[in-house]
């Protein structure tokens, strides 16, 4: 497969955000991308994301995301919900499969080992925890600096997520409640007790991200055409609407 493709700009909004990342997964599934699509944005504003099976319920304290002024928006793959805003860099990477997407440990490994080793590169002593983690060496306890989810479909796989770098970790601690299911290494420990700040800045991350995916010199630019009907369609009839996101 040629290398992958750096998808250079963002959208204004984290469900605009989120419709291209599914737009783009469902382009890879139907044969429209020759190669993977690597890409990063990061919100504007705090925003908690719920994952596509999340409970608002059981993860989230609405009173709190009200006084924050966070708004509630439900992404397309599993895991859990997540706190998104300035110093938190998202990061995705939509990967054609024509013969068949491979097997979930399989991907998960593709993914987060050389991302985690291009962030050792960078400086920070980052590896692999539990499914889908990356968390940095503290002490005698590791702590979490990147939560990821996935979407697979037969010939196409959205993987994205999180980096923690510069985010106000006392929201997460606010508007998040305990999660109804923790990986062991969490040990039960707190928001607060549990996440971490990576503090490399933006470029370095977003150099850290290439450098994982080996985006080649000059595999920069926008895509020839973003599917920006089929972003718009999915904004209102999912990302946009309070049906959706309260589904659960």
Not at 34 to 39: E, L
Not at 118 to 130: D, E, M, Q, S, T
């Amino acid at each position: 497969m040629p290398a992958p493709i750096w998808l250079d700009g963002e959208f204004d909004t984290v469900e605009e955000n989120l419709a291209l990342d599914e737009a783009l997964l469902e382009a890879a599934h139907e044969g429209g991308l020759a190669r993977a699509v690597v890409r990063t944005w990061m919100a504007t504003a705090p925003t908690v994301v719920l994952g596509s099976s999340s409970r608002v319920a059981d993860e989230v304290d609405p009173d709190a995301c009200a006084a924050a002024g966070a708004r509630l928006v439900r992404r397309p793959s599993g895991g859990l919900t997540v706190v998104l805003g300035p110093g938190c860099l998202m990061w995705s990477v939509i990967t054609p499969h024509p013969q068949g997407s491979p097997g979930l440990e399989a991907i998960h490994a593709a993914m987060l080992e050389p991302l985690a080793a291009a962030l050792r590169a960078a400086g920070r002593a980052v590896r692999r925890r539990g499914t889908s983690d990356l968390a940095v060496a503290d002490g005698q306890a590791d702590r979490k600096v990147s939560g990821n989810a996935l979407r697979v479909k037969r010939h196409g796989v959205l993987y994205h997520g999180t980096l923690l770098d510069a985010l106000d970790l006392d929201l997460v601690a606010r508007m998040l409640r305990h999660p109804p299911q923790e990986p062991a290494y969490r040990a039960g420990r707190s928001h607060a007790g549990f996440i971490a700040n990576l503090e490399l800045g933006r470029p370095r991350l977003e150099a850290a991200v290439k450098e994982a995916f080996q985006v080649r010199e000059g595999a920069t630019g926008i895509i020839d055409q973003w599917p920006h009907d089929r972003v718009r369609q999915l904004v209102a009839e999912r990302y946009a609407s309070g049906a959706w996101t309260h589904r659960l």
